[in-house]
C-alpha cells in the first residue's frame, strides 16, 4: 500500500523500448506461420486417417502419432539439437552423403523460425487430431450411405460430408488460435534459442522471463504481459465476429 503508483510508466518505457517492434514482429510472424502450417496439419491428417479401412494400421498408426504430445519440450529439444548438431545430426551427415556442408541449424537467425514450427508440429500434430475425430463421429452415418447410392466417391464424400461436418470444430479452434495469437509457447522457445537467435526467435514469453525474472524488473515484465493478453483479448473478439458474419458460426 505505500507503493508509489507510477500511471503508465511501464507501457511507456515498452512501447519506447528498441527491443518492442522486435518482440512484437517476432510474435506474430510465429504465430503466423503455425496457423498457416501448423493449424491445417491435424485437419489433413485426421482426413487422412479416417479413410483408412484397415483397422489395425489405423490404430496402430494413432498410437504412434500421440506419442510425441507425451514426451516433454525438455527431452524434445535435446533430440532436435542432437537431430540438428553440425557435428554428429544425422541432418547433417545426410547432407554430408551428398556432398553439401555441414549447417549450424540453431545458430542461423534465418532458420529458426521454421524449427521451432516443425517441432510444434511433430509433437501435437497427432493429439491435435482427436478433436476432429470426435467431431467426425458425431456426422450422421446415413449421409454417407446415401453418398455411396448416389455414386459418390471417397473424395467426394470427404469434400461434401466430411469437411463440412466438421466446419463448426474448425472454426472454433482457429478462433482459440487467432485469439492466442501472441502466446508462442514459452518451453520450446527457450530451450532452443540462444543470443543469435534473438533476432528472430526472441518473444513476449522469453523477453518476460528475462526481464521480469532475470533482471528483476517484476513491474515491468507484469506490463508487458498485460499488454500481450489485452491484445489476445482484442483478437479473439474481432475473430469471432468475422467468423459470424462470413461462415456464421462462432463461439458466441
Known amino acids: 500500500m505505500d507503493s508509489n503508483w507510477v500511471g503508465w510508466a511501464h507501457f511507456q518505457a515498452l ?4 527491443n518492442f517492434y522486435r518482440i512484437l514482429r517476432n510474435s506474430l510472424l510465429l504465430s503466423l506461420y503455425q496457423i498457416i502450417w501448423g493449424f491445417p496439419a491435424p485437419i489433413i491428417l485426421a482426413l487422412m486417417i479416417n479413410e483408412v479401412r484397415h483397422m489395425l494400421f489405423k490404430r496402430l498408426s494413432q498410437t504412434v502419432l500421440y506419442l510425441p504430445h507425451f514426451i516433454s519440450w525438455v527431452v524434445l529439444a535435446g533430440i532436435v539439437m542432437n537431430f540438428l548438431s553440425p557435428s ?31 517441432a510444434e508440429i511433430w509433437k501435437e500434430v497427432g493429439w491435435g487430431t482427436i478433436i ?6 458425431g456426422i450422421d452415418p446415413t449421409l454417407y450411405e446415401s453418398a455411396t447410392i448416389d455414386g459418390a466417391n471417397r473424395f467426394k464424400k470427404m469434400r461434401h ?8 470444430t474448425i472454426v472454433i479452434l482457429l ?7 501472441l502466446d508462442n509457447g514459452f ?5 532452443l534459442y540462444n543470443p543469435t537467435t534473438y533476432a528472430t526467435g526472441d518473444v513476449f514469453e522469453t523477453y518476460t522471463f528475462r526481464i521480469g525474472l532475470q533482471q528483476g524488473r517484476i513491474s515491468y515484465g507484469t506490463a508487458v504481459g498485460l499488454f500481450k493478453a489485452v491484445i489476445g483479448f482484442a483478437m479473439i473478439l474481432l475473430a469471432n465476429s468475422m467468423a459470424r458474419r462470413i461462415s456464421g458460426k462462432s463461439i458466441w
Do not use: C, W
Open 15 to 18: 512501447f519506447e523500448s528498441n
Open 88 to 118: 554428429t545430426g544425422i541432418v547433417n551427415h545426410a547432407l554430408n552423403a551428398f556432398g553439401f556442408d555441414s549447417v549450424a541449424f540453431l545458430l542461423k537467425p534465418e532458420l529458426f523460425r521454421s524449427i521451432i514450427v516443425s
Open 132 to 137: 476432429y475425430f470426435a467431431a467426425m463421429a
Open 161 to 168: 460430408i466430411t469437411i463440412p461436418g466438421i466446419s463448426a
Open 175 to 181: 478462433l482459440l488460435k487467432l485469439g492466442n495469437i
Open 187 to 191: 518451453e520450446q522457445i527457450y530451450l
